[in-house]
């Protein structure tokens, strides 16, 4: 039995749900959980329409723990830049690699002067530009907690663990066991009535499964794709190419183990469970069809260019190569969901959420020269992105920029302090409170958002009481930062819908509840 409120909310199912899934719900056993989950697609394949309301949020998870004390950091007049230079030691960014690097940011702040990392000197660029905006001293937060409160408050579980502050940064609710990410309850909420004629789920991921996903009883499934297009069953090749020519079976051995499997899923079949996986497998057949009729749309977009007259196309992949992102992981992520979003018409949706990630910032050891090229090919990429954003716009009338928000997360930030006096080896470990970013046309860019720059000082009243070398406890829940996309999205502040997807935001002050905090309001309504 559920022991509280929030407990309850998360697990209770509606009668919408109920009467939605019907007997389905038979199939979320056994090994089957995660090949329906893959598979399923919404049951409508009908005309789409998508709307001038559309809009999407892009989250792009650093998987590991990105140390953020290195890519925002406090220079020139800022009253912590000496502390910065003198705590940071050996795994300090100096403030001329930044200037040679350009990646000082120019907008004023009320405590001082900052740069980024000297390996993203786009994101500076785009920031200055007001693109881009941050977000100061982030964390996951079961109630708001102080330096005076912190033996005292409730904490998330499991603080300082990867796995467990992943899940929690994706599900938003740090004091239960995980059910659901704020992700896939945004989708069991809105799909239904933002998407009437979806023809494929609103949550595409181009990095796998993940927690932020998870809806409800899995009552909006994740769908996966890849830069090419959908993720074809095995055997067939990237949108059944090797078996399909023009709509029929062609005669080559792929084609007809095709054939014979459609046949076999064809049959009446007595076992629910059967019934179930083949239903499955021919929604992602179809789901399959409205990948490639999307990536069809976008081949065809074009715009002119202003000095040519000629017209130019979507070849994202080359624009990103132009970034020197072209080899990158995450590039090719990036690229499968703008592929979805310039073919969005074909998806039915006029609302989505997209998964992307980049791993690898576990940097214990050798922080320097490990982050650097992480930070250099998110830099690259998300200049590629936008860059790509802006080409759409061009093409496409229906479009722009102020209808796609990207925003990121990761596990925690890192210690203040680092874990060795060898500038080749020394590295900094699991701590709490971090930074982001947010970029797209709704963004207020240029600011830094947040309750204020965490104090710099092991001790100091922004660091955890004991046991530390440096771990800012964070001033902004994840339920209030992820409240402010949510509320973008569609979700009203104060709605029985915004409590169900951030359970424990009206700990956070009732104000909190009903309206963004000013220190929050980073999105054009």
């Known amino acids: 039995m559920p022991t509280n409120a929030s407990e309850d909310i998360l697990t209770s199912v509606s009668r919408r749900n109920f009467l939605k899934k019907g007997t389905c719900g038979l199939m979320t056993v056994g090994p089957l959980v995660n090949t329906i989950s893959q598979l399923k697609l919404m049951q409508s394949a009908a005309a789409s329409t998508v709307?001038?309301?559309?809009?999407?949020?892009?989250?792009?998870?650093?998987?590991?723990?990105?140390?953020?004390?290195?890519?925002?950091?406090?220079?020139?007049?800022?009253?912590?830049a000496a502390s910065y230079q003198t705590d940071r030691s050996?795994?300090?960014?100096?403030?001329?690699?930044?200037?040679?690097a350009g990646s000082a940011l120019t907008t004023a702040s009320t405590s001082g002067q900052y740069g980024l990392h000297p390996s993203m000197p786009k994101l500076a660029g785009m920031f200055n530009s007001g693109q881009v905006a941050a977000v100061s001293n982030v964390g996951t937060l079961a109630e708001p907690t102080t330096r005076d409160t912190y033996n005292?408050?409730?904490?998330?579980?499991?603080?300082?663990?990867?796995?467990?502050?992943?899940?929690?940064?994706?599900?938003?609710?740090?004091?239960?066991?995980?059910?659901?990410?704020?992700?896939?309850?945004?989708?069991?909420?809105?799909?239904?009535?933002m998407n009437p004629d979806?023809?494929?789920?609103?949550?595409?991921?181009?990095?796998?499964?993940?927690?932020?996903?998870?809806?409800?009883?899995?009552?909006?499934?994740?769908?996966?794709?890849?830069?090419?297009?959908?993720?074809?069953?095995?055997?067939?090749?990237?949108?059944?190419?090797?078996a399909l020519e023009d709509g029929a079976y062609r005669t080559n051995s792929t084609g007809q183990r095709l054939k014979a499997m459609e046949q076999i899923m064809a049959y009446s079949h007595a076992h629910i469970l059967e019934k179930g996986y083949n239903a499955s497998v021919r929604r992602a057949r179809e789901s399959e069809a409205k990948v490639s009729e999307a990536l069809s749309i976008k081949a065809g977009l074009s715009y002119t260019d202003e000095d040519s007259g000629e017209p130019v196309g979507m070849d994202f992949e080359s624009i990103f190569e132009a970034h020197g992102a072209g080899d990158s992981g995450l590039g090719r992520e990036l690229i499968a969901i703008l592929?979805?979003?310039?073919?969005?018409?074909?998806?039915?949706?006029?609302?989505?959420?997209?998964?992307?990630?980049?791993?690898?910032?576990?940097?214990?050891?050798?922080?320097?020269?490990?982050?650097?090229?992480?930070?250099?090919?998110l830099d690259n990429c998300l200049a590629a992105y936008s860059d790509c954003l802006d080409r759409i716009a061009l093409a496409d009338a229906t479009f722009n920029t102020d209808q796609v928000t990207?925003?990121?997360?990761s596990d925690f930030n890192r210690t203040w302090t680092p874990n060795s006096d060898d500038p080749e080896d020394a590295g900094t470990d699991h701590a709490w409170g971090t930074h982001t970013?947010?970029?797209?046309?709704?963004?207020?860019?240029?600011?830094?958002?947040?309750?204020?720059?965490?104090?710099?000082?092991?001790?100091?009243?922004?660091?955890?009481?004991?046991?530390?070398?440096?771990?800012?406890?964070?001033?902004?829940?994840?339920?209030?930062?992820?409240?402010?996309?949510?509320?973008?999205?569609g979700v009203s502040y104060g709605s029985s819908e915004m409590a169900t997807i951030f359970p424990n935001l009206s700990r956070f002050s009732s104000s909190t509840a009903v309206a963004p905090p000013t220190e929050l309001d980073f999105l054009m309504s």
């Open 152 to 193: 005292d408050a409730r904490l998330p579980r499991q603080l300082f663990s990867h796995s467990d502050q992943q899940t929690q940064w994706m599900s938003s609710v740090s004091d239960k066991a995980f059910t659901s990410g704020w992700g896939g309850r945004v989708a069991d909420l809105v799909h239904d009535t």
């Open 339 to 377: 592929n979805m979003i310039a073919g969005r018409k074909a998806l039915g949706n006029n609302r989505q959420v997209f998964f992307v990630d980049l791993g690898g910032f576990d940097n214990h050891a050798a922080l320097l020269s490990s982050q650097a090229p992480l930070l250099g090919q």
């Open 198 to 242: 979806s023809a494929i789920s609103m949550l595409i991921t181009a990095a796998g499964n993940n927690d932020f996903m998870v809806s409800p009883g899995g009552s909006v499934p994740q769908y996966s794709v890849s830069s090419t297009g959908a993720i074809s069953i095995s055997s067939f090749g990237t949108n059944y190419a090797n």
């Open 51 to 80: 709307t001038s309301d559309y809009k999407a949020i892009v989250c792009l998870f650093l998987r590991g723990g990105c140390d953020t004390n290195n890519v925002l950091i406090p220079i020139g007049s800022h009253g912590q």
């Open 90 to 100: 050996v795994v300090q960014i100096t403030e001329s690699d930044i200037a040679t």
């Open 406 to 409: 990207l925003f990121t997360s």
């Open 437 to 489: 970013f947010l970029m797209g046309g709704a963004v207020k860019g240029g600011q830094i958002y947040g309750r204020g720059y965490p104090t710099l000082a092991v001790g100091g009243p922004d660091d955890v009481p004991k046991g530390t070398r440096g771990r800012w406890i964070p001033t902004t829940s994840v339920d209030e930062y992820s409240a402010v996309l949510a509320n973008w999205f």
